[in-house]
């Protein structure tokens, strides 16, 4: 018996060192390669900067800017021919000009091929002021930084470089493929988002362009915030999926709860699922229709997005993400018929995790709205240990925007979800009657199905379910589930789970869902 409890001693020791390894090996990672000296130079002063109490950034003095009206704001132009590196590198950019709602200015910064850094000071020549904003050109004669910028690549025809990336306001940033339009945002960091003690949202204050004769760009941006500092590298490879390869190294100041990793946050009016619909001619108005994980081995999970009545906050667990992102699977122009908001053109965006994003959850927020303007969806990934005081944490990911499904078909993916009233049309219903009736569409997978070795892994909580059924159609390419749910009470949430099983072999992804009256 002792010899049993010694070797198993052993054993845990043994496993205890190599995790004491594994977890050293990672933190190395903390610091940039010595061959890129600047990033390393700005990692480490950002880690400094966290041990000092925060100083919000300055804001703008000069009143006219700060008066600017959304129309005059609107009246302001970049000149195109002013652009950075106008005519000579694949990539140019364009600069935002302050004011108006942008009244904190980032500082930017052009690093050379023998990597000296040069900052770009403000210049009103760079713009052109028509209608209202006319008379502000002899206003400014301060340095006031800018409010961002755009990044220009011939990504669609080689006759004109069209814009696929920008970057304005807080850490936000949006990225766009061929043919794609921009929808929903990407960030570099969440804190706190739906705590109650309110979101606190983190700012790239700096910015270091890199100049480059390559097919790819790299950035570097400086963010601080109360709770944090850290230091993001962007390499952004434009294409038909434009995609990031992302590195932050982030230094907390406080205990932070809840550090949002790889954030999105996009819009959801209304849409073939919802159970509210505004009197309105066009079918479904959203940027994103859905948020998506996939595991360790074909473990994959769809949860359609809503506009709820009321603030939601669900999320999917997991031990390891190997990938999750927000998606507009619906890209059929007829299902939007909106030619001015172009819906169906809205990318959808993908993270393959790295390094860092360890046991978890990916939780989406999902706030009530009346107004495709506003956006009201985030969503994040959230590792189980809080980031605390002092602490650093690196993070690795490969981000990606998608057009429409983002998957094969070797698990059926769900095609749309549906639901309506427990009843035909015209038949009479009881006041007490909380039956709903849900309809799921899966993409029939690849290979041979028989029907007969189907069945339903089918899961409600606070609910049961009746009536439910399967059957193959569009000409069958489509599997069909029905069932009805039935809440315990007027005021329930049901969070439901649905998968195909073609006899104990899970066939599709499964499928999430949260329903509330």
């Known amino acids: 018996m002792c010899k049993f409890k010694k070797l198993a001693s052993c054993i845990c020791v043994l496993l205890m060192f190599g995790t004491i390894r594994s977890v050293q090996a990672e933190q190395a990672k903390l610091l940039p390669n010595p061959s890129a000296p600047l990033l390393q130079k700005l990692v480490e002063q950002a880690k400094k900067e966290a041990l000092q109490g925060y100083q919000a950034p300055n804001q703008i003095r000069n009143q006219a800017l700060n008066d600017l009206s959304y129309d005059a704001y609107r009246s302001i132009r970049f000149d195109p021919k002013e652009a950075l590196w106008h005519g000579e590198r694949p990539f140019e950019v364009q600069l935002f000009h302050p004011g108006f709602l942008y009244k904190a200015p980032v500082r930017i910064n052009v690093v050379d091929w023998q990597n000296r850094v040069n900052s770009l000071p403000f210049d009103s020549k760079k713009f052109i002021y028509d ?20 990044i220009h690549y011939p990504l669609n025809t080689e006759a004109y470089k069209d814009e696929f990336i920008v970057f304005q306001g807080a850490t936000y940033f949006r990225i766009i493929g061929q043919d794609q339009i921009y929808g929903l945002s990407a960030r570099a960091l969440a804190i706190n988002t739906g705590e109650p003690e309110g979101e606190e949202f983190p700012s790239f204050t700096d910015f270091w362009l890199i100049e480059t004769e390559s097919d790819a760009f790299t950035l570097y941006a400086k963010l601080d915030s109360p709770s944090a500092t850290g230091i993001f ?70 949860r359609p997005l809503d506009n709820p009545s009321r603030l939601r906050m669900t999320s999917l667990s997991a031990n390891k993400p190997t990938g999750f992102g927000m998606l507009q699977r619906d890209i059929q122009y007829s299902h939007y018929v909106d030619p001015e908001a172009n819906y169906h053109m809205r990318p959808g965006l993908w993270v393959e995790p790295k390094v860092g994003f360890n046991a978890g959850r990916l939780e989406t927020v999902e706030i009530p709205t ?71 569409d899966f993409q029939k997978p690849e290979g041979e199905l028989n029907i007969d070795n189907l069945h339903l892994d089918l899961f409600a909580s606070n609910a049961r379910i009746e009536s439910s059924n399967f059957y193959f159609t569009n000409f069958d390419s489509e599997i069909r589930v029905t069932f009805s749910v039935i809440p315990d009470q007027e005021d329930s949430v049901v969070d439901m789970r649905l998968a195909l099983l073609d006899k104990e072999q899970v066939i599709s992804e499964e499928w999430s869902y949260v329903y509330e009256r």
Do not use: C
Request: glycine share 8%.
């Open 131 to 150: 209608g209202s904003a006319k008379s502000l050109k002899d206003k400014i004669v301060e340095d006031v930084g800018y409010a961002g910028f755009r």
């Open 233 to 302: 590298k962007f390499v952004f490879k434009p294409g038909l999926n434009t995609r990031a390869k992302v590195e932050g190294w982030i230094f907390a100041r406080k205990d932070i709860k809840k550090l949002g990793l790889a954030p999105f946050t996009s819009m959801f009016l209304y849409g073939e699922n919802s159970l509210n619909k505004p009197d309105d001619f066009r079918p479904e108005v959203h940027d994103s229709d859905g948020v998506a994980l996939q595991t360790q081995g074909r473990n994959r999970v769809w």
């Open 370 to 440: 009346d107004s495709e303007t506003h956006d009201n969806i985030v969503s994040y990934w959230v590792n189980n240990e809080p980031l605390l005081a002092g602490q650093s944490h690196y993070v690795k990911y490969s981000l990606m925007s998608t057009s429409g499904n983002h998957f094969d078909r070797s698990l059926a993916p769900v095609l749309r979800t549906m639901q309506g009233a427990n009843r035909l049309p015209g038949e009479k219903i009881e006041e007490d009657d909380l039956s709903r009736r849900f309809v799921v």
